[in-house]
């Protein structure tokens, strides 16, 4: 169940010999409040795994950017950090072009708005750090 999110399938797996009716008595196991518990425990206990794994990503790309830096390579520099705020969720950019807020907007001010997106879209796609070289 943790692995697929799919009970019919998690039963089959742990009652092979079971030739029918999996959906029902995966319903039936799901209403279970012990076997609730028993799931929201494993997915903190894996949420915990993948909380380890960004750190050890982060201590990667730390060592990343410090070779970059010894090697007075600052696109290389530039490139660690982008990765680790990626990994962290530090680096979101969202440009908004049809919400409530924009729809304020003036047709120039909207016009600026959307070429501007259009703009730093291109430039993001140049400044990929895999075609940095």
């Not at 290389?76 to 049809?98: F, K, P, S, W, Y």
């Not at 003036?106 to 708005?113: F, I, K, N």
């Not at 070429?115 to 140049?126: E, I, N, P, T, V």
């Amino acid at each position: 169940m943790i692995n697929g999110h799919n009970a019919s399938q998690a039963y089959k797996k742990a009652y092979p010999n079971t030739k029918s009716g999996w959906d029902a008595h995966a319903a039936r196991l799901m209403g279970n409040d012990s076997i609730k518990q028993a799931i929201s425990d494993k997915m903190v206990e894996l949420a915990e795994k993948v909380e380890i794994t960004k750190e050890s990503q982060c201590k990667k790309l730390d060592e990343a950017h410090a070779i970059a830096k010894k090697q007075a390579n600052p696109s290389g520099m530039v490139a660690a950090v982008r990765e680790q705020n990626a990994i962290t969720g530090l680096h979101v950019q969202t440009i908004l072009t049809d919400t409530e807020q924009t729809k304020a907007l003036t047709a120039t001010e909207q016009a600026e708005l959307e070429a501007y997106a259009a703009w730093k879209l291109r430039h993001d796609l140049r400044l990929r750090p895999s075609e940095a070289g």
